[in-house]
């Protein structure tokens, strides 16, 4: 069975810096087609961020093109995403799972982003 782990988040400031790693066990993310990450603000729905394929082609939710970057180590089987300039509404419970949704596994308990002064 699929399991997945997301972790890195934290408390950072405005501008600050993140990196969030997803593990992946029970499955090599090599056969997997695509992976996402996706996010959780209070009181909101869960929402697509970014995705990155097998071959590597990313695409982003626009208010995060050019400042988040997604990538995947197959060897690791972990996938990644850097955030960069972080803005107080990138606070959000962040996720990972398969891409596709027929396909999705179980969410994981996600990792904690708190962008603030």
């Known amino acids: 069975q699929v399991r997945i782990v997301e972790s890195g988040g934290g408390l950072v400031q405005p501008g600050g810096s993140l990196r969030l790693s997803c593990a992946v066990s029970?499955?090599?993310?090599?056969?997997?087609?695509?992976m996402g990450w996706y996010r959780q603000a209070p009181g909101k729905e869960r929402d697509w961020v970014a995705t990155i394929t097998g071959h590597g082609i990313t695409r982003y939710e626009d208010s995060v093109k050019g400042r988040f970057t997604i990538s995947r180590d197959n060897a690791k089987n972990t996938v990644y995403l850097q955030m960069n300039s972080l803005k107080p509404e990138d606070t959000a419970v962040y996720y990972c799972?398969?891409?596709?949704?027929?396909?999705?596994?179980?969410w994981g308990q996600g990792t904690q982003v708190a962008v603030s002064l």
């Open positions: 799972n398969i891409a596709v949704a027929t396909m999705r596994v179980p």
């Open positions: 029970g499955s090599s993310i090599g056969s997997i087609a695509a």
